[in-house]
């Protein structure tokens, strides 16, 4: 059976009787004059899976995910790469190495056993190494944005005592007081990451060859 490695060109279904082995799902230039880069599809359900056991959700070690959650994960990625690409830019630091191994031991803890770990490492065919990578990629973006986007998510006083007017809440006491400013903080903060990732996104060049749909989750490496 002829075998059809998908190019980047060819975003079109494989001629009958042809295995496609690998499918690319985006290509990313960042800035837009950059060499191209290529997101597969395995790529994406390894960076899927990793995403969400990080976030508790140990079911998607090994099971099936849907087109939509795919779909999520891609966006996640994309920015992902994108703010990565930011802080080397501006020269941020890498995680050191002993935060990294913190939290590859928080999500080895995820998945409840060392059995369940190993068995994640084979059907994802990735090394520690390579999910070391990705866990210090994560870490190093979270810290950039945070860092990026900490003060301006800060609520002054005078601005969570106005939140509290509109809301007939004024003379509102401590504990509601703090909540009102979490709230606040939190909505800021999702405006400011909001408003930069639209900056970023409009300065690379991204293409979504084929966006992940039901019925498979990657080829071959």
Same mark, same amino acid.
């Given at each position: 059976?002829?075998?059809?490695?998908?190019?980047?060109?060819?975003?079109?279904?494989?001629?009958?009787?042809? =295995?496609?082995?690998?499918?690319?799902?985006?290509?990313v230039r960042n800035p837009a004059s950059a060499p191209p880069r290529v997101v597969t599809l395995t790529k994406l359900t390894e960076e899927a899976r990793i995403a969400l056991?990080? +976030?508790?959700?140990?079911?998607?070690?090994?099971?099936?995910?849907?087109?939509?959650?795919?779909?999520?994960? %891609?966006?996640?990625?994309?920015? *992902?790469? %994108?703010?990565?690409?930011?802080?080397?830019?501006?020269?941020?630091?890498?995680?050191? =190495?002993?935060?990294?191994? /913190?939290? $590859?031991?928080?999500?080895?803890? #995820?998945?409840?056993?060392?059995?369940?770990?190993? =068995?994640?490492? *084979?059907?994802?065919?990735?090394?520690?190494?390579?999910? %070391?990578?990705?866990?210090?990629?994560?870490?190093?973006? #979270? +810290?950039?944005?945070?860092?990026?986007? /900490?003060?301006?998510?800060?609520?002054?006083?005078?601005?969570?005592? @106005?939140?509290?007017?509109?809301?007939?809440?004024?003379? &509102?006491?401590?504990? &509601? =007081?703090?909540?009102?400013?979490? *709230?606040?903080?939190?909505?800021?903060?999702?405006? #400011?990451?909001?408003? $930069?990732?639209?900056?970023?996104?409009?300065?690379?060049?991204?293409?979504?060859?084929?966006?992940?749909?039901?019925? /498979?989750?990657? /080829?071959? @490496?």
């Amino acid at each position: 059976m002829p075998v059809l490695l998908l190019a980047v060109a060819l975003a079109a279904s494989p001629p009958p009787g042809a =295995r496609v082995v690998e499918e690319i799902v985006a290509v990313v230039r960042n800035p837009a004059s950059a060499p191209p880069r290529v997101v597969t599809l395995t790529k994406l359900t390894e960076e899927a899976r990793i995403a969400l056991v990080s +976030r508790g959700a140990s079911a998607a070690a090994t099971g099936p995910l849907d087109a939509e959650a795919l779909r999520a994960a %891609l966006d996640w990625l994309l920015d *992902q790469m %994108l703010l990565a690409d930011d802080a080397a830019r501006l020269r941020v630091d890498d995680v050191p =190495r002993e935060d990294v191994l /913190g939290e $590859l031991r928080r999500f080895r803890a #995820q998945l409840g056993s060392p059995q369940d770990y190993a =068995r994640f490492l *084979q059907e994802s065919d990735l090394t520690e190494d390579e999910l %070391l990578a990705t866990l210090a990629r994560m870490v190093r973006v #979270q +810290r950039y944005v945070a860092s990026r986007v /900490g003060r301006a998510a800060r609520v002054p006083d005078d601005e969570v005592d @106005r939140w509290l007017r509109e809301r007939g809440a004024a003379t &509102a006491p401590g504990p &509601a =007081r703090e909540a009102a400013r979490a *709230q606040l903080a939190d909505e800021r903060t999702r405006t #400011q990451v909001k408003e $930069l990732l639209a900056d970023l996104r409009s300065r690379a060049d991204i293409r979504i060859v084929s966006p992940p749909r039901d019925g /498979g989750e990657g /080829g071959a @490496r």
